[in-house]
């Protein structure tokens, strides 16, 4: 399966809340706080974080546990 880029980490902005995007780059840094895994996603316009919570979905943040 292709995924193809719909924004850049560093040009979302509140019109993406609650809406599918797909933002591709490097993990900078991963940050494990229990049931909650911040990380920060980085391409060549800026960085995003991704935050991953266990009570919502846990096969998703077993996938994050591995980044």
Excluded: P
């Amino acid at each position: 399966m292709r995924h193809k880029r719909t924004d850049y980490c560093g040009k979302l902005s509140e019109k993406a809340i609650n809406k599918k995007v797909t933002v591709m780059g490097w993990v900078q840094r991963r940050r494990d706080h229990g049931k909650l895994i911040f990380i920060d996603l980085r391409d060549i316009s800026g960085i995003v974080q991704i935050v991953f919570d266990y009570e919502l979905d846990s096969s998703l943040f077993s996938t994050a546990e591995e980044l």
